[in-house]
Each structure stands twice: as structure tokens, then as C-alpha cells.
Nanobody, 120 residues
């Protein structure tokens, strides 16, 4: 199986910055897309940003120019640099990865989520 472990969430003031990390572990053969999603109370989970194995990226319009997704393939880790944070960025952020492992078909896996709270 695969485990995705996020870190880096917390409380930050509006205009501040946070960096999230998500490390994948297990019998990994290859990781394809990796992405970040978020869910605020009372809303549906939404895509924040995604990065392909080749480094192509896609962002939600609401975070373009403020957030940056990157990955370190050697460490099986994806990052989300969040700048100019707004109150509406408050949510649980979860990482997702499309992973091929040695004993199971290719599948998508989720992390447990990390809380990001933007508040003055």
C-alpha cells in the first residue's frame, strides 16, 4: 500500500505564507500526477493545484499567482507554497497522488489532510 503524509499546516495571518509538504511511501514503482485539494466546512472538496511527473502544473483560478506547486521525484514528495493567504483559503488541505506500486494496480491515494487556518 501507499501512505501519503502531509505536514506544514497551521494558523497564519492574512497576507502570510505557509508551505505544505506531502511525502509518499510504500512499494512505489512510479508516481504520476500529484496534487493538492482543499475542503472548507460546508463546501465540496476542490482542486487547488496539480503537477504531472514531467513538471507541468495547473492551478485553480482562485490561487493563481499566489500558490506554487512543486515536487521532488527523488523524495516522492509534493509541496505547496502558499503566499498572500486570504481568509477564504482556510480549509483542510489534502494531497492526492496517482501511484503505481509493485503489488497492486495503479490507483489514486489520499493523505489524511492538514488544517490551514487564515485568521487575524
Amino acid at each position: 500500500q501507499v501512505q501519503l503524509v502531509e505536514s506544514g499546516g497551521g494558523l497564519v495571518q492574512p497576507g502570510g505564507s505557509l508551505r505544505l509538504s506531502c511525502a509518499a511511501s510504500g512499494s512505489i514503482v512510479n508516481i504520476y500526477d500529484m496534487g493538492w485539494y482543499r475542503q472548507a466546512p460546508g463546501t465540496q472538496r476542490e482542486l487547488v493545484a496539480i503537477i504531472t511527473s514531467g513538471g507541468n502544473t495547473h492551478y485553480a483560478n482562485s490561487v493563481k499567482g499566489r500558490f506554487a506547486i512543486s515536487r521532488d521525484n527523488a523524495k516522492n514528495t509534493v509541496y505547496l507554497e502558499m503566499n498572500s493567504l486570504k481568509l477564504e483559503d482556510t480549509a483542510v488541505y489534502s494531497c492526492n497522488a496517482d501511484v503505481e506500486i509493485s503489488v497492486s494496480p495503479r490507483a489514486r491515494y489520499w493523505g489524511q489532510g492538514t488544517q490551514v487556518t487564515v485568521s487575524s
